[in-house]
């Protein structure tokens, strides 16, 4: 999905102005990175609610419109007001299209009402992850990862490494690094664990 994000460069910088801006319904925003100094803008306040409600909006490349400039960015952070529903400030990375970003990716979850140890034991899929970060070209950034338990057995945990159909290019970062996280599991509740190991009152004894 493409998203384009028109901003006006901000000239005037400081608590009182950012508190005017906002009191006129912008946003004071920054952009950075790339090798080059970093920039003060201004967005539309209601134009920028909307987009952040879309899911797709904070694990995609950006396209920044400054004054009719436009540049790829990506969404490094969104500073909220403790109780109003107002965004105080947020801050673009610029993206360099020949060296790979780390960007948080949703998880979507698949197939969970079909997995053996929800159809045959009665167990209830619990997602202990609901987002991953990868690692990639800007090129290559999904917009989310979809996880298919459809084999996901009772008592089973998956891991990052179990998740199968990552798009080219695209590795998560904490395997790198070492480390297979959990994302599921396929837990069975303990009355309904107990009652199938227990064999049914009245049963015949096996024979010897």
């Known amino acids: ?23 006129a319904g912008k946003v004071p925003a920054v952009v950075y990175g790339a090798d080059k100094p970093a920039a003060s803008v201004e967005l539309d306040h ?46 673009f990375l610029r993206v360099d299209p020949n060296k790979s970003v780390h960007m948080k990716v949703p998880l979507h979850f698949k197939n969970g009402e079909i997995a053996p140890g929800v159809k045959l034991s009665g167990g209830n899929i619990t997602h202990i992850l609901n987002e991953a970060e990868v690692m990639c070209l800007p090129k290559d950034l999904p917009e989310f990862i979809e996880v298919d338990l459809s084999s996901l057995v009772a008592g089973q945990t998956w891991h990052l490494s179990e ?24 837990v069975v509740p303990r009355g309904m664990a107990e009652e199938t190991a227990t064999p049914a009152e009245g049963a015949a004894p096996a024979a010897a």
């Not at 998203?3 to 000239?11: H, L, M």
Request: hydrophobic letters at 45%; charged letters at 20%.
């Open 1 to 23: 999905m493409l998203f384009e994000v028109i901003a006006n460069a901000r000239q005037l910088q400081g608590t009182g102005a950012s508190r005017r801006l906002r009191n």
């Open 46 to 91: 209601n134009a920028l609610v909307q987009q952040l409600r879309k899911e797709a909006f904070h694990a995609s490349i950006l396209t920044l419109n400054v004054d009719g400039t436009k540049e790829q960015v990506l969404l490094r952070d969104v500073q909220s007001h403790p109780w109003k529903k107002l965004i105080m400030h947020v801050d």
């Open 163 to 186: 998740v199968t159909g990552l798009p080219a290019g695209v590795e998560f970062l904490s395997l790198s690094r070492g480390a297979d996280q959990a994302i599921a599991a396929c």
